[in-house]
């Protein structure tokens, strides 16, 4: 009866969620086409925002509705339904735009030149692979995410351009057009980048991966060691050849527009909308051909032969025998006589080989500069995750499924933004690739190669069980035949053993002899394992016990006192210009750290205590600082005239909200998966900053960013009590208004760490701690994962909003800059790292020296200019140093002239700015390396004992 109930209760569930899908799927129908609807008839929702609401119920809940149908359907529909997932996202995402445009009385047309479209998904499709097969080869052989990859693609552009400016090559591509194709530069750059960065890729492989690997150091380590290995690498890159964009020219010839090759199209339009009498789509056949071009092509070659290349290796050679060996069970394939750190090295030598090669040939392409890494990056997670993350064949396929996205969207975007008076739609294209990975994610949490491949096997067992059904009859007539074979063998055995009884006996006797033996030695080694523990113990307890435990709650606030207190000091002691301008210094200093805490704690809830790997955390404060800018900002410069109280308030709530929902669909997917969609979440809210006019306030022209917005207490600040402040602290005038916005700052980071540490002590908090260990056995203690995961998103996401509110007052506007990764996430995740995860002590002394950091490197800038300033000397003999470097030393590598493109005006100066995103970057690594636990690590709750007497303890 249990059984049946439990059955029905999952079925009555199961059922409730299709209802009420379809049902909010017809509401977000009939909102969309005429006008009406729960959102509608709330009257809360007005204009633009009430539709882009409705349009976002329907795509939610339709996909939804579409995951039911995959589930339940079984056999070849299953292996249909799974396949046409991706048309079934497009066909949804159509439907909801035609309703919405039927609604509005518009009709729009989207216009797909089917050349264009399909040489532009297999162009895009070769752009990511560059990226996604190294990726996927590592993950293959390595296990972990390395997000240093698109980084060596993009050293391989800047080795091609190196090439170019060579003395040997620079009169091919500086030559005049002479109508041939010259494809020597080409080809040698390509080569020379695959060799390059494959031996870049073993040197970093065994200088940073090998000895994390040696202290057998997790998948999440590597992975977050990789983020500072990228940060190294860009900034060495921004370093040596500063962020000027730069082409690629491999020969005049290859940047003319005739070059490419003409193939003959149709065109197909789509109109949607309010259709009279026009047919949906509509086939035109007299247009002009479609120019790919040779650049493009090379492109698509190259890879292609690349990625062959390394099928051949994995599938005929003995080394990939060996790869995939290491791949399924390294510990195995070790003691088979395979040098598990050779394979790593060869790995690592290929997939940054490869790599390498693609960023030469997109270099012909795309301009070069240091954030193109990046802008390729995050697609090539999707096509890995959509690919089946460790599978060759299976990324090769979801690259073109990407590319077809990519290539799709433009025109569907471009025509929509048109209908819609959003000419800047088409900005979203770059972000498509993110909305059709975490769609798919929400239908298959493994991905779309995994559930393919999880079918076939299930498809396969089916056939065995078929076959078995069919030799029914044979394996009957079998068993009785081994059953009589059994009876008589019985017998016989039965007469040996009364005739040899004695002998059997003695074996017998020998084997029970034996057994004992071996127990009693296993014993006497246990025992003296255990004494030697004791007497190592007894030798070492002494000079311990002088030392400082950071692990204890005593010894964890000592040393956050002293490094508190050493970091206000050089706080104090840093140069300023004047008092005033001191004054500003520390105010920005106080009100940065309080920031970086607040946004410390929320990752810290997520990391450090749930053990979600969140790499949104940028997301959520991104949510805080929009909608508190919009909301405050004057109803004239497009924004909606809310105070400052209310504002905030309704981003903290709104977040938390958010990161609540965000947990249904996402808290079940692997870590790595997690950390790449909640990433991809930030880029969407950056590129959206761009491009949606809604997110737009504080100008009468709807420039891009918000600013103008309302400061808190500004004001009353201004009206007497800056005065009493300025002189209360010596100041002639006013106080600068930056020291209350520190005085808040501070005040809110406390109140925040005193309720956090509030719930963490609690049984929710010791629930959150025993799911970061092992969510399994958690869940066998009766804790609901999914309900305490989600409660962790939404903590989380309510404090990084209130940081975000706060640092969009301290900046006074939002601008999408502000959102990059490099800028804000890879930052906090330092802190996390350098800090201590699950230690919030740790998160303050961290926030404060990347926020130190920050100010030093401001210091050094404008010594630069005085030499009566102190660090004048120092900035000098910097300059000098890399100045030698980049003539001396790094002459020998290239040449004189690729040096003035860098340096046009003949100074090389070091940007401090890059040396401080690379210090960053070695302190990850070295902090990983080194203190694993951070500064302050974790103080693990030791619950208190009863003593014989029943005192504690």
Request: net charge positive; glycine share 8%; charged share 15%.
């Amino acid at each position: 009866m249990a059984f049946l109930s439990n059955n029905f209760r999952k079925i009555h569930i199961a059922h409730s969620w299709l209802i009420l899908s379809l049902f909010l799927f017809i509401d977000s129908y009939i909102g969309l086409r005429f006008g009406s609807g729960l959102l509608s008839w709330s009257g809360i929702l007005k204009g633009d925002i009430l539709w882009i609401l409705q349009s976002l119920e329907m795509m939610a809940f339709g996909i939804v509705i579409v995951n039911k149908a995959v589930k339940s359907s079984t056999g070849k529909f299953k292996a249909l339904a799974l396949v046409a997932t991706p048309v079934f996202l497009f066909l949804l995402a159509l439907f909801t735009l035609d309703t919405l445009l039927k609604g509005k009385e518009i009709t729009t047309i989207f216009y797909y030149n089917l050349s264009s479209i399909s040489l532009s998904a297999l162009y895009w499709s070769a752009a990511y692979m560059t990226v996604a097969v190294g990726l996927a080869l590592t993950y293959k052989v390595q296990k972990y995410g390395n997000f240093a990859q698109a980084e060596i693609m993009l050293l391989g552009s800047y080795v091609a351009l190196i090439m170019m400016w060579s003395d040997m090559f620079f009169p091919i591509s500086d030559a005049s057009s002479d109508g041939i194709l010259n494809y020597r530069l080409l080809v040698a750059s390509a080569i020379s980048a695959f060799v390059i960065c494959g031996f870049v890729g073993v040197i970093i492989d065994k200088s940073v991966y090998k000895p994390l690997r040696k202290r057998f150091a997790s998948a999440q380590v590597l992975m977050i060691t990789s983020l500072g290995v990228a940060m190294v690498i860009r900034a060495i890159l921004y370093m040596r050849f500063s962020a000027k964009t730069f082409r690629f020219i491999p020969d005049k010839d290859w940047r003319l527009l005739s070059s490419n090759v003409e193939v003959p199209t149709q065109r197909v339009d789509v109109v949607v909308g309010s259709r009279v009498e026009e047919p949906f789509i509509n086939i035109v056949s007299n247009i002009g051909p479609y120019g790919f071009s040779y650049s493009k092509i090379a492109l698509v070659v190259g890879v292609l032969i690349a990625i062959s290349l390394l099928m051949f290796i994995m599938h005929k050679t003995i080394l990939g025998k060996k790869m995939r060996a290491v791949s399924d069970n390294p510990d195995l394939a070790s003691t088979s006589g395979i040098n598990v750190e050779n394979i790593h090295s060869a790995s690592s030598f290929l997939s940054a080989g490869i790599s390498g090669l693609g960023g030469a040939l997109l270099a012909a392409i795309l301009p070069v500069n240091p954030e193109l890494g990046l802008s390729l990056l995050l697609p090539a997670f999707a096509v890995i995750v959509l690919g089946s993350i460790t599978s060759i064949p299976g990324v090769i396929l979801a690259a073109f499924i990407i590319g077809i996205v990519r290539a799709i969207s433009e025109p569907l975007l471009i025509g929509a933004g048109n209908a819609l008076d959003r000419p800047t739609a088409g900005g979203f294209a770059e972000v498509m690739p993110f909305i059709f990975l975490i769609g798919v994610l929400l239908l298959m949490p493994s991905g779309l190669g995994n559930a393919l491949h999880k079918w076939n096997v299930s498809r396969f067992k089916n056939l065995e069980k078929q076959k078995r059904k069919s030799l029914f009859f044979v394996t009957d007539l079998f068993e009785v035949f081994s059953r009589f074979l059994t009876i008589a063998v019985n017998l016989v055995v039965q007469r040996l053993m009364i005739i040899k009884s004695h002998r059997l006996f003695l074996i017998y006797i020998i084997q029970v002899k034996s057994y004992i033996l071996e127990l009693y030695f296993e014993v006497l080694n246990r025992i003296g394992s255990y004494l030697q523990i004791v007497l190592n113990m007894a030798k070492w307890s002494t000079p311990q016990l002088l030392k400082i435990d950071k692990e204890t709650n005593r010894g964890s606030w000592i040393f956050f006192g002293v490094l508190l207190f050493g970091l206000i000091l050089i706080s104090i002691l840093l140069p300023s210009v004047s008092y005033y301008t001191k004054v500003m210094q520390i105010a920005r200093i106080v009100a940065l750290l309080g920031i970086f805490s607040l946004l410390s704690f929320s990752l810290n809830i997520h990391s450090g205590f749930t053990g979600m790997t969140n790499f949104g955390v940028i997301f959520f404060a991104g949510i805080g600082a929009v909608l508190v800018g919009i909301l405050s900002a004057p109803i004239e410069t497009n924004g909606y005239g809310w105070g400052t109280l209310e504002a905030t308030i309704f981003a903290v709530l709104l977040a938390a909200i958010i990161g609540w929902l965000i947990a249904y669909p996402t808290a079940r997917l692997r870590t790595d998966y997690f950390a790449i969609v909640t990433i991809s979440l930030g880029e969407i809210l950056r590129i959206s900053l761009q491009a949606e006019p809604l997110l737009r306030a504080g100008t009468v022209t709807s420039a891009m960013g918000i600013s103008n917005y309302e400061l808190p207490f500004k004001d009353w600040w201004n009206s007497g009590f800056a005065d009493s402040v300025g002189s209360f602290i010596g100041l002639p005038g006013q106080a600068p208004y930056v020291l209350l916005l520190a005085t808040l700052s501070i005040s809110l980071c406390f109140l925040t760490w005193w309720i956090i540490s509030l719930l963490l002590s609690s049984p929710w908090g010791r629930i959150l701690k025993s799911i970061r260990e092992d969510e399994e056995v958690s869940q066998h203690h009766g804790h609901n994962i999914l309900s305490h995961k989600a409660a962790s998103l939404a903590l989380g996401a309510a404090i990084a909003a209130l940081g975000g509110a706060l640092w969009a007052w301290l900046n006074t506007a939002v601008w999408p800059d502000f959102m990059s990764p490099i800028r804000s996430t890879f930052l906090i995740w330092a802190v996390f790292i350098v800090g201590g995860k699950g230690n919030n002590k740790g998160m303050f002394i961290g926030a404060f020296i990347i926020v130190l950091v920050e100010f030093i490197f401001n210091v050094l800038v404008v010594s630069r200019s005085s030499s009566d300033l102190i660090f004048h000397s120092l900035t000098t003999y910097i300059d000098k140093i890399f100045g030698w470097i980049i003539y001396d030393l790094g002459g020998l590598i290239w040449s004189e002239r690729s040096i003035i493109e860098a340096f046009p005006k003949g100074t090389v100066i070091l940007e401090l700015s890059y040396l401080k995103l690379a210090l960053i970057g070695l302190v990850i690594i070295v902090a990983l390396r080194i203190a694993p636990k951070g500064l302050l690590p974790e103080i693990l709750f030791k619950p208190k004992r009863k003593g014989k007497a029943g005192e504690n303890e």
